[in-house]
């Protein structure tokens, strides 16, 4: 008989610690009706006490999503349970997701405390959630570094206490396989009252072992993964729903399944991708671009002849389309609403008409457009209610001279000017703009990226710019790599907390 293993995603928190990968709520309500639509059973949808911005999205998804689960972060604080159980108020089924950490590295060095305090501490934040929500899971951070004989202690007191789920964390991503998969397997063995709860896999990437962990724990017992889409999370990420997903699919003599509908796996992906500004690495697993490319002569003659001989996947199956119309200048409003409906972007009215003008201008200068490209300029669409926007730049720069940069700007409606020279285009651009803008801000991190191949390529650019002791992260993309920069910076700008 085939068990289910359900599917919690922590791309709208775990995901969205990345630094500059944070979304407005308006956004977040799109990733989180895509993850409904995926068949996700569990939506972290964030820490609501970690910011009123947090606490708004968690309100706002809860009103917006029907199915999941909505879940909130607390540590075990009992601030922090009240402020989740207020933000979750409008969910229709609801989960406080508390807890603390259980190794001693924690213990001693985060809480100064003791062994017996934390398992007290433990059990007390569960009964105290338990007073607004009937599900309620546990977490015991750290949990891959934590000794086990311990681990199975704290985990007892939390079942005492009334927790559903309890979630096993290796937090650092430490663990070796086997090892994870024996920690699970000892907590099944060990802890009484086990079978009155669901364990929980949370694996981190930090040494590239997050979904083989994952898979170990659901071999031995786990009921719940714990993943986000492309696998982004703190530091080197969490495990990929999309890899866990289509493990199980492909095989099936593992008799677990997943609620995932798996044709929604790859425009899933590209709107995370492309909301969060966070390319995907080209081999990554399952949804990156090269993940169903054959380039080798000796692969394109065996999958020529049967596709079997190299692919154990059908890109169909993860809604990867692999006859998609080519869009060019010529292309209709139909195509290009229909290519963002493949990718996961639905358009109406406006905001299409207003994209498809984009698109046509970056088709007069680009032969061919490509996802990432209708994808961007999907999300430039964003800045139409930001405050700053670039009206026009000119730059003229070259070998053995000084480049100068003149632009303009529109600020609330109200039209400022201004030119500059400096070292490099980019340099006389960004000083022209800091004489309209005249703040104490300072460059600090500056990334260009081409999107795919051609020199009419679209240029990406991520930017970090220190402003009153605070990082602001900046985006920009356009086929003029000096107005993707300034975009980036004005982009920064546009997040100051004035
Ligand atoms: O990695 C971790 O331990 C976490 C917990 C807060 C669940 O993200
Ligand atoms: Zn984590």
Redesign the pocket.
């Known amino acids: 008989m085939q068990q289910k293993l359900f599917i919690f995603d922590?791309t709208l928190?775990?995901g969205e610690q990345v630094p500059g990968c944070q979304l407005n709520t308006v956004e977040k309500i799109q990733v989180a009706k895509a993850l409904e639509a995926l068949g996700v059973d569990i939506i972290e949808a964030g820490f609501p006490v970690s910011s009123p911005g947090d606490f708004q999205s968690v309100i706002e998804i809860s009103k917006a999503v029907t199915w999941p689960v909505i879940c909130a972060?607390t540590r075990a604080v009992e601030k922090d349970i009240d402020v989740a159980a207020e933000a979750l108020r409008y969910a229709k089924h609801k989960r406080i997701?508390t807890?603390i950490g259980t190794s001693d590295e924690h213990i001693r060095y985060k809480f100064n405390s003791t062994r017996q305090e934390i398992l007290e501490r433990a059990a007390a934040c569960v009964k105290y959630a338990r007073r607004y929500v009937e599900d309620v899971e546990f977490?015991a951070?750290?949990?891959g570094r934590t000794d086990n004989e311990y681990l199975a202690r704290v985990v007892e007191a939390v079942i005492a206490a009334g927790a559903t789920v309890v979630?096993i964390?290796?937090?650092t991503g430490y663990c070796l396989p086997s090892e994870y998969g024996d920690k699970i397997r000892y907590l099944m063995e060990h802890v009484e009252g086990i079978d009155r709860v669901i364990l929980s896999t949370?694996c981190?990437n930090d040494l590239g072992m997050a979904t083989a962990n994952t898979m170990a724990g659901i071999l031995a017992g786990a009921r719940q993964a714990?993943v986000t889409i492309n696998g982004i999370?703190?530091r080197a990420g969490?495990t990929s729903l999309e890899e866990i997903a289509m493990i199980l699919k492909c095989h099936r003599n593992i008799p677990i399944e997943t609620n995932i509908n798996t044709q929604k796996i790859y425009p899933t992906s590209r709107l995370v991708s492309s909301l969060m500004n966070m390319p995907v690495q080209p081999n990554k697993a399952i949804v990156g671009r090269n993940a169903f490319a054959h380039s080798s002569g000796i692969h394109q003659d065996g999958v020529i002849k049967n596709v079997q001989t190299y692919e154990i996947i059908n890109p169909h199956d993860v809604g990867i389309d692999d006859s998609s119309i080519v869009l060019t200048a010529r292309s209709g409003r139909a195509a290009l609403k229909n290519r963002l409906a493949t990718l996961g972007v639905q358009l109406e009215g406006n905001v299409l008409d207003r994209i498809y003008d984009s698109f046509l201008q970056l088709a007069d200068k680009k032969k061919e457009i490509n996802d990432d490209d209708i994808l961007i300029l999907a999300g430039v669409d964003r800045s139409h209610n930001r405050r700053i926007q670039l009206d026009y730049l000119q730059v003229t720069s070259g070998v053995g001279v000084r480049s100068v940069a003149s632009l303009g700007l529109n600020i609330a409606g109200e039209k400022f000017e201004a030119a500059a020279s400096g070292n490099g285009p980019v340099d006389a651009a960004i000083k022209a703009l800091k004489k309209i803008i005249d703040r104490q801000m300072q460059l600090k991190e500056f990334t260009i990226q081409a999107i795919s191949k051609g020199s009419d390529d679209m240029g990406k650019v991520h930017m970090q710019v220190e402003y009153d002791k605070q990082i602001y992260y900046g985006f920009g993309a356009n086929t003029d790599i000096i107005a993707a920069s300034v975009e980036a910076y004005i982009d920064c700008i546009n997040k100051f907390k004035l």
Do not use: M, W
């Open positions: 922590t928190r775990d972060l997701h807890g977490y951070e750290d949990a979630n964390p290796d937090t949370h981190h714990e999370g703190e969490n």
